[in-house]
């Protein structure tokens, strides 16, 4: 199968209120960023155009319309849209590409959350004839899943708190991160109760913008001259949408798509999980068995900040990142969706030949 | 090159106002269920799903692919859900081929959907927006300026609306899963249908329905194996431009022309109308017809009112080119699926599947459809042969 | 047979959500002048470029923040139109009424708005047109600031120049 390279990545600083900005005002400087990157003048550079957003995270339908506003569409391109996060327009890419109608693609997601209560809209993507009519928010179902962890003993708050802790200091080094700070475990713990057991820091904070990447098959990458990393697997599954129906405690979905897309080949060396809740980390991490010597969201993760609709290919762009600047061989990136970790896709990256 | 592929099984619910008889989930899987039992194939058979709907505002429910998991059998395995506005049902069916296309997967099945008696299209559309006029009438509303544009441009004469409502309707009638049944439909009646939205009348427009429509699409290999003739997969293409530009041709927007280009270039074919044997084109207002005729190429510009007049289009008058024989979109929109009710009446044709509404021998077909203000454009031809 | 022994097939479950609008910083800039019983029209910096009305954050063809603004004329021509015979839920107009796509003078893209004070039967494609406002008290961040435009005695515009029309009209 075609190989295929990521040559750019961007994404908007993560803010808990974009102001005035519009979608299209929220996508134009991360696109002539990355446009400048990859050294293309528009949207009419490249073959395919994929993007994700979600109509109810601004409360008006076609979000995505407005965005086409943003690329340059004259004359008109090859364009798609998911309602999903943009890991999803990036996979529907890579089987543009593969398929040989395209050589390479730009892909951006953008998310608008703070106009409405985050959690709440969320409550319905929930079944709409069981669950969604009793609002039960996000936080709720996370905060039983994290209950679940804590009374079978898998973990402790303590293991949760480390997270977040870890989070905050690897933000540090993130110059898009909302959230960070040189904060310790016991810091963390001393924070009053959220939704028990959950405390606020447990949960990622809700954040505006947006995020951008550029990929091509790897004779493109050349041609162009750009350093780039070569995603070497990707694949996603979804499991039963009833919260009830599955194992919360696990990630049965993230270990398979890790196991189909290659993961297991070789060494990780940095990983980028879509973990909106501490304890998830710690599930997904167990999942792909990650031990010590992968650096886990050296970005400080979607605690740090999370971009609703473009944060699941922000993590595949960190990687991307690491890989580049050289700081890392081989990284895995994880992307979630619905529920508690209904639906999760794992792409593994590689570093590319230079250039 | 893109590895062959093939529509192996297609299944539709009827479509009707409400079906109260059905969840969401009943609904699709409804359709699901008839795509396998066509192809003679069960849940385990399929490699991913592939799910398209138009706004989620229209059913209130975000993401609805999350909840629909467990009744689309998809636990376990891929899911991708796709949304570009009205073409959404067509360009699923695209995005699902592209899984098989890829060499990525075996067989996957697609499905699309709009359960309109559980929503409110027509206040999702036209939801007031603060600081805005709000003048918003929905589609129809934004659509007729623009016909009337054309028909002030190509000078055709005021009843040829009418007749394409009369003869998809004529069409929709041989279709037993058609929403409306209208056999005894006139030119008369048409005529003194209510006007909506000047020169749109009541009876030159599309339904509201409820329904869902699926399809198998498998590989080479497994469609040369598979019980009934497929239908291959010979073109596909996509094109977008912004809903509104300095100098942008609404009329015959160009994104729609490069899109037909491209998949024609696919194809082979140099003369649609002679090439192709029938075409099921996304017709929700009358006056459509005669401008996507002229948009895809099936008349010059400002012709292609002509050809519905002569009865080309007419599967019932014996035309060269029929035009939407299922009775189109003007017979039943289920909005999400109308797109992929498009590309999978262009399959059931060169099954040679289609029951009374059959054109006699086709073998290759156009699927299409469009979506937002006519600037998403959705296109596939599939033929009989692999080539 | 009593209505206890029908089958509940639905039930009505609505969903209230609360949302903060914003319109844009581009529109917001729009509707500041607006206030101010001004249309201005925004397009990109370089010469030429075409002027939206309203704008919406960028050049649509180029992908382009317009950052350049220009105030545009009340009167304007029609495009097109359509005769709406139906209500618009949530808006109290009745019909018929008519909606047309207008393109300010000055301005290279249409809107959508009311026309008025004419016959419905009258009104064609190049007519002009002009904004009748509201009372200057009723000003607010809105297009209702006009309530509707009005036929006015001009020669029609030949089709090929509509949307072309400079801020001062037909005869420069």
Redesign the interface.
């Known amino acids: 199968m075609k190989e295929i390279a990521i040559v750019g990545y961007q994404q908007s600083d993560a803010v808990s209120d974009a102001g005035a900005q519009n979608e299209v005002e929220l996508i134009i400087p991360v696109l002539s960023r990355i446009f400048e990157q990859v050294g293309i003048t528009n949207a009419q550079d490249v073959d395919f155009v994929c993007s994700g957003s979600c109509d109810y995270l601004q409360g008006a339908a076609f979000a995505f319309v407005l965005g086409v506003d943003a690329l340059g569409a004259v004359p008109p391109i090859k364009e798609s849209h998911v309602e999903m996060d943009a890991a999803w327009a990036l996979y529907e890419s890579v089987l543009k590409i593969r398929m040989g109608h395209a050589d390479s693609a730009l892909v951006y997601g953008f998310g608008k959350s703070s106009p409405g209560e985050l959690p709440i809209v969320l409550s319905q993507q929930l079944d709409p004839y069981y669950l969604a009519p009793q609002w039960v928010d996000t936080i709720s179902l996370a905060a039983m899943q994290a209950r679940m962890m804590l009374d079978r003993g898998l973990i402790t708050e303590r293991d949760m708190a480390e997270v977040v802790a870890r989070s905050r200091r690897n933000a540090l080094d993130n110059p898009h991160a909302q959230l960070k700070g040189d904060v310790t475990a016991d810091d963390i713990l001393a924070e009053e109760t959220y939704l028990s057991p959950l405390r606020r820091s447990d949960c990622c904070p809700i954040s505006d913008g947006a995020s951008a990447m550029v990929i091509c098959t790897v004779e493109k990458a050349k041609a162009w001259g750009k350093p780039y990393a070569v995603i070497s697997g990707i694949d996603h599954i979804i499991e039963s949408h009833n919260p009830g129906m599955r194992d919360l405690t696990d990630s049965v979905s993230t270990r398979k798509a890790a196991e189909n897309a290659g993961m297991g080949k070789g060494k990780v060396d940095v990983a980028e999980l879509y973990a909106p809740f501490s304890h998830q980390e710690l599930i997904l991490s167990r999942a792909l068995g990650l031990g010590d010597d992968t650096n886990i969201n050296p970005s400080g993760g979607v605690l740090a900040g999370n971009l609703m609709m473009a944060s699941g290919l922000s993590r595949i762009g960190e990687v991307f990142n690491r890989i580049v600047a050289g700081d890392a061989e081989r990284g895995v990136a994880h992307t979630t969706s619905g529920p508690c970790l209904q639906h999760n896709l794992v792409a593994v990256l590689d570093k590319g030949e230079v250039a | 090159m893109a590895n062959l592929a093939a529509v192996v099984g297609i299944g539709q619910t009827s479509y009707t106002t409400k079906r109260n008889d059905v969840s969401i989930a009943g609904l699709v899987r409804e359709a699901a269920v008839n795509a396998l039992n066509d192809a003679d194939l069960t849940w385990d058979d399929i490699d991913a799903v592939i799910l398209g709907k138009a706004p989620d505002m229209f059913e209130g429910i975000i993401m609805p692919e999350i909840y629909l998991t467990d009744a689309l059998g998809c636990n376990g395995k891929p899911m991708l859900r796709v949304h570009t506005a009205g073409s959404v049902g067509g360009s699923t069916a695209l995005v699902a081929a592209s899984h098989v296309q890829s060499g990525t997967f075996d067989r996957v099945l697609t499905v699309s959907f709009e359960k309109q008696s559980e929503s409110n299209a027509m206040w999702a559309l036209s939801n007031p927006q603060p600081f805005s006029t709000h003048l918003n009438a929905g589609a129809g509303g934004y659509f007729a300026p623009i016909i009337r544009e054309y028909i002030r441009r190509s000078g055709a004469p005021a009843d040829v609306g009418i007749k394409v409502a009369v003869k998809d309707r004529l069409h929709g009638a041989r279709n037993p899963l058609a929403h409306l049944q209208l056999p005894e439909i006139s030119m008369e009646e048409v005529a003194d249908s209510f006007m909506l939205w000047d020169p749109i009348r009541y009876l030159e427009s599309c339904p509201s329905s409820d329904g869902a429509c699926a399809m198998v699409i498998a590989s080479e290999e497994l469609a040369d194996k598979a019980s009934k003739p497929p239908a291959w997969i010979r073109g596909v293409a996509m094109r977008s431009e912004p809903t509104m530009y300095a100098g942008r041709e609404e009329v015959n927007p160009q994104a729609g022309r490069d899109c037909a280009a491209d998949v024609y270039k696919q194809a082979g074919i140099s003369d649609p109308r002679k090439d192709l044997d029938v075409a099921e084109v996304y017709v929700p207002f009358s006056w459509y017809e005669p401008m996507w005729l002229e948009n895809l190429g099936f008349a010059p510009e400002g012709e292609g009112w002509k050809l519905t007049m002569e009865g080309a289009t007419s599967l019932i008058d014996g035309g060269d080119i029929p035009w939407n024989p299922s009775g189109g979109v003007l017979s039943s929109n289920a909005i999400g699926a109308s797109g992929m009710i498009r590309f999978a009446e262009a399959a059931r044709q060169v099954r040679n599947d289609a029951g009374d509404h059959q054109v006699p021998g086709a073998k290759l077909a156009l699927g299409h459809a469009y979506g937002g203000g006519a600037q998403f454009f959705a296109m596939w031809v599939v033929g009989a042969e692999k080539a | 047979m009593s209505d206890e022994n029908e089958m509940i097939?639905?039930i009505e479950?609505p969903?209230y959500?609360?949302?903060?609008?914003?319109?844009?910083?581009?529109?917001?800039r729009f509707?500041s002048q607006l206030k101010e019983g001004k249309l201005t029209g925004q397009s990109r910096s370089d010469p030429g470029a075409?002027?939206?009305v309203p704008p919406?954050?960028?050049?649509?063809?180029?992908?382009?923040?317009t950052d350049t603004e220009v105030e545009v004329a009340d009167k304007a021509t029609v495009?097109?139109?359509?005769?709406?015979?139906?209500p618009?839920?949530?808006?109290p107009i009745e019909p018929?009424f008519v909606?047309?796509?207008l393109v300010a003078d000055g301005a290279?893209?249409?809107f959508?708005?009311?026309m008025s004070e004419c016959d419905n039967e009258q009104v064609h494609?190049g007519q002009r047109v002009q904004a009748v406002w509201r009372p200057e008290e009723e000003w607010d961040?809105?297009?209702?600031n006009?309530k509707y435009f009005k036929p006015i005695d001009e020669p029609d515009v030949p089709?090929e120049h509509i949307?072309k029309l400079p801020v001062t009209g037909l005869e420069a």
């Not at chain 3, 919406?56 to 923040?65: D, L, N, Y």
């Not at chain 3, 961040?141 to 209702?144: A, F, H, I, L, P």
């Open positions: 097939t639905g479950v969903i959500l609360k949302y903060n609008f914003t319109a844009g910083a581009a529109p917001a509707l075409p002027v939206y919406r954050g960028s050049c649509p063809a180029t992908g382009q923040p495009q097109s139109f359509t005769i709406v015979h139906i618009i839920p949530g808006n018929p909606v047309a796509n290279n893209i249409s959508i708005h009311l494609i961040y809105s297009m209702d006009i089709v949307g």
